[in-house]
């Protein structure tokens, strides 16, 4: 390893070290109707014809295994400040999809 990936490893591990250290939990938002970070999301996807449902987290945490969604991914800047009932539109490559949750 030379030094400048070095100093680049140590800067990172400085970072990640801040990062905890001030991180605080979010409490769980279950009896609110409006999308916050740490709200279950339930969508309804229409290509699938499947219902998921989510956790809108900070993008350190977001993982598509445990189904954590970014609140700075497409879909969670959508989603934010929404309330049960609304449609959310999301335009990937030219292409809309509409979700409803």
């Known amino acids: 390893m030379n030094e400048e990936e070095e ?12 990062l905890l250290y001030s991180a605080e939990p979010i409490p769980e938002n279950k009896m609110s109707e409006t ?7 339930t969508l309804f996807d ?6 998921e449902t989510y956790k809108l987290v900070h993008p350190v945490e977001a993982s ?3 189904k ?13 400040l929404r309330k049960k009932g609304d449609d959310v539109r999301v335009t990937l490559y030219g292409d809309t ?3 409803t949750f």
Not at 7 to 18: A, C, G, M, N, P
């Open 7 to 18: 100093r680049f490893y140590k800067q990172r591990i400085t970072d990640l070290e801040q």
């Open 46 to 51: 229409p290509f699938l014809d499947e219902i």
């Open 68 to 80: 954590y969604i970014s609140v700075e991914s497409i879909l969670g800047r959508e989603l934010l």
């Open 97 to 99: 999809i509409r979700y």
């Open 64 to 66: 598509p295994l445990r």
């Open 35 to 41: 999308v916050t970070p740490g709200s279950m999301v």
